[in-house]
T-cell receptor, first 115, second 109 residues
Framework: DVKVTQSSRYLVKRTGEKVFLECVQD?????MFWYRQDPGLGLRLIYF???????EKGDIPEGYSVSREKKERFSLILESASTNQTSMYLC??????????????FGPGTRLLVL | GQNIDQPTEMTATEGAIVQINCTYQ??????LFWYQQHAGEAPTFLSY??LDGLEEKGRFSSFLSRSKGYSYLLLKELQMKDSASYLC??????????WGAGTKLIIKP
């Protein structure tokens, strides 16, 4: 079974703080993703990575950065948290390859509240 | 622009059948996914369609018509545990997933 874990289920931070969200997967997947999920909206892609040290901007990268130093770990960084970054953050991973459907498997999510 | 439409909320009765529709307009098509998401939990994979037709998997089936930009998820013999949100997502020409906002399904006894 694919297992994707995220460092925290709930976080409360103050405006201006630097926030680190960690994601680890144990299935040797090449692809990893960070999304945010807000009520009434579909999942929105923040950043993704196809390999170690690689990163690509998604649809809403502003205010975020990422780090992928090891294949199994993908970190999302909020350089200076703002109230509009209050959201549910979901990490996902998938196996690379066009022959397979590249199904994404999700972690349990981190609910971040920025005060 | 790219767009995925699905109803916001649906209500059904335990033991009944419900069909959740999804229409999409995307730049290219490389497959359609359905995920289930219980409140406060991660989305979990349900089905994948890339060719037209019906894919059956136990109580759940998913249908795709590429020419109509349309899919549906059919849930039979509804159980209370099926109360969840159901997310439709399309893989576009860049192999990126475009997500619908999800359909919240409420099951009543």
């Amino acid at each position: 079974d694919v297992k994707v874990t995220q460092s925290s289920r709930y976080l409360v931070k103050r405006t201006g703080e630097k926030v680190f969200l960690e994601c680890v997967q144990d299935m040797d997947h090449e692809n990893m993703f960070w999304y945010r999920q807000d009520p009434g909206l579909g999942l929105r892609l923040i950043y993704f990575s196809y390999d170690v040290k690689m990163k690509e901007k998604g649809d809403i990268p502003e205010g975020y950065s990422v780090s992928r130093e090891k294949k199994e770990r993908f970190s999302l960084i909020l350089e200076s948290a703002s109230t509009n970054q209050t959201s549910m953050y979901l990490c996902a991973s998938s196996l690379r390859g066009r022959e397979n459907q590249e199904t994404q498997y999700f972690g349990p999510g981190t609910r971040l509240l920025v005060l | 622009g790219q767009n995925i439409d699905q109803p916001t909320e649906m209500t059904a009765t335990e033991g009944a059948i419900v069909q959740i529709n999804c229409t999409y307009q995307t730049s290219g098509f490389n497959g359609l996914f359905w995920y289930q998401q219980h409140a406060g939990e991660a989305p979990t994979f349900l089905s994948y369609n890339v060719l037209d037709g019906l894919e059956e998997k136990g109580r759940f089936s998913s249908f795709l018509s590429r020419s109509k930009g349309y899919s549906y998820l059919l849930l039979k013999e509804l159980q209370m545990k099926d109360s969840a949100s159901y997310l439709c997502a399309v893989k576009d020409s860049n192999y990126q997933l475009i997500w619908g906002a999800g359909t919240k399904l409420i099951i009543k006894p």
